[in-house]
Nanobody, 123 residues
Framework: QVQLVESGGGSVQDGGSLTLSCAAS???????IGWFREAPGKEREGVAG???????SYADSVKGRFTISRDNAKNTLYLHMNILKPEDTAMYYC??????????????????WGQGTQVTVSS
């Protein structure tokens, strides 16, 4: 069982930056760990993922603006978000077994994610 705790969300202006963190504890083995987001009235959207070989993948909507990284020593996953736009406003979740990395896809079924962290971008 894995426990995931997200942090780093907040409110920023259009064009701003934020870095989200996800601290993982417990044991897990997954072909893809990453981030998805949920906004009111919208479907869950995969944002970024890292495969077991370390290859990152991104949603087209965030390519060139977001970067996913992991620190294995700290068991922490990051999402560096630059040039934020109002349409990036959502609750962001770190997830295990809730995404396929190649291509980046949200999957239905059991998975683990944290409580989420809210990102709000104002114009």
């Amino acid at each position: 069982q894995v426990q995931l705790v997200e942090s780093g969300g907040g409110s920023v202006q259009d064009g701003g930056s934020l870095t989200l963190s996800c601290a993982a504890s417990g044991t897990y083995s997954t072909p893809c760990i990453g981030w998805f987001r949920e906004a009111p009235g919208k479907e869950r959207e995969g944002v970024a993922g890292i495969g077991s070989d370390g290859t990152p993948s991104y949603a087209d909507s965030v390519k060139g603006r977001f970067t996913i990284s992991r620190d294995n020593a700290k068991n922490t996953l990051y999402l560096h978000m630059n040039i934020l736009k109002p349409e990036d406003t959502a609750m962001y979740y770190c997830a295990v077994d809730a995404l396929i990395c190649d291509p980046l896809t949200v999957v239905d079924g059991p998975g683990d994610w944290g409580q989420g962290t809210q990102v709000t971008v104002s114009s």
